[in-house]
């Protein structure tokens, strides 16, 4: 079993996707142990460390990464399995922050109101008891919550040389902010450059669908990914597939344009690899789609929308790509 182990050094770490040099080369088929720091960089230790005090904008959300992985052209897909998903740490934090999140005015949606009040909250987390505890800043309400960590961010290289930060999602995946990215998952993206550049950080011990104030329980994580390489077959929007279902991330704004997207792209999906007329697809996703909100706070809003495999005709999905990493990923559990 091939396994590359990588804990990045704090000059290592990325801030976009696009534009930085790969800190290591993968093969297909390599299991990954990768360890990711929180979204403010492990510098929000304590009360006094308020985020607009401590934190530079332009180093939020570090990525571990990128990796070149071997073989990966320009119309390739790089599938990502997650194997496992632990906090690193025994407690995460969350906050609000002054101009940002879903119930606030914010850049692009400009009011008179004043900011929020800038809070922390840290959470205490038993990775025994698969908790997450909540403890309210103001009176004595406390809640433990289950543990159920994810990535907010992972994604390649976008397309025409770009470089975007790692605070925004779009075509190339990047900060999508969905609950769906959780161990089990297998997360299929465009490969836009040689090498595709894979990068990955942002984990949360748990997030509600929307994230709405913008912060999760942000935690640094030791994550587990087996990697894969379909040659051949592209990926026009970030696919995720796990045992049940399979799903589409789609980014933009307004939120119904990243509805749109991850509506459409599933309709096509259904069209190309499971032999259904686009029309047919298109009345099924109708009738039996679930859709996820992942986040309305980033530059860009991400809506999933999934289906059940049960109610597809039976298909080879990206060349059962999902199913071989599960069976080397259980391989690694196992042994």
């Keep these: 079993m091939d396994v590359l182990r990588y804990r990045p050094e704090p000059a290592e770490l990325s801030w976009t996707f696009g534009g930085v040099p790969p800190v290591r080369t993968i093969r297909p088929g390599t299991l ?21 005090r401590t934190i530079d904008p332009r180093f939020l959300n570090p990525q571990s990464g990128p990796f070149y992985v071997e073989g990966a052209e320009v119309g390739d897909t790089v599938a990502v399995h997650f194997v496992s998903i632990e906090p690193a740490r025994d407690w995460g934090v969350s906050s609000t922050i002054p101009f940002f999140g879903g119930l606030t005015s914010t850049m692009r949606t400009a009011t008179l109101q004043p900011a929020l009040e800038e809070r922390l909250w840290f959470y205490e987390v038993d990775a025994a008891a698969r908790t997450v505890t909540f403890r309210a800043a103001h009176g004595n ?74 912060v999760a329980v942000e935690a640094a994580m030791d994550t587990v990914v087996a990697i894969g390489l379909i040659k051949g077959v592209a990926t026009p929007w970030p696919r995720l597939e796990t045992d049940s279902h399979i799903m589409v991330a789609g980014s933009g704004r307004p939120l119904e344009d990243a509805w749109r997207v991850s509506h459409q792209d599933l309709v096509s999906w259904l069209a190309r690899d499971f032999g259904l007329d686009h029309l047919d697809a298109y009345q099924l996703v109708t009738q039996a789609c679930e859709c996820p909100v992942a986040n309305v706070v980033d530059p860009n809003y991400t809506m999933v929308t999934k289906i059940r495999k049960a109610y597809l005709p039976k298909a080879s999905i990206y060349r059962d790509a999902h199913a071989e990493l599960t069976g080397l990923g259980k391989a690694y559990l196992s042994g």
């Design 141 to 214: 309400h406390t809640v433990a919550l289950p543990l159920d960590p994810m990535h907010g961010t992972v994604g390649v290289a976008p397309a025409l040389y770009e470089v975007r930060s790692s605070l925004v999602p779009d075509a190339f995946g990047g900060n999508m902010d969905t609950p769906e990215m959780r161990a089990g998952t297998t997360c299929y993206l465009g490969v836009n450059v040689e090498g595709a550049m894979l990068s990955l950080g942002d984990g949360h011990c748990r997030q509600g669908e929307g994230e709405t104030c913008g």
């Design 32 to 52: 990954l142990e990768v360890w990711t720091e929180d979204a403010f960089g492990g510098n929000v230790r304590g009360p006094e460390d308020r985020i607009s």
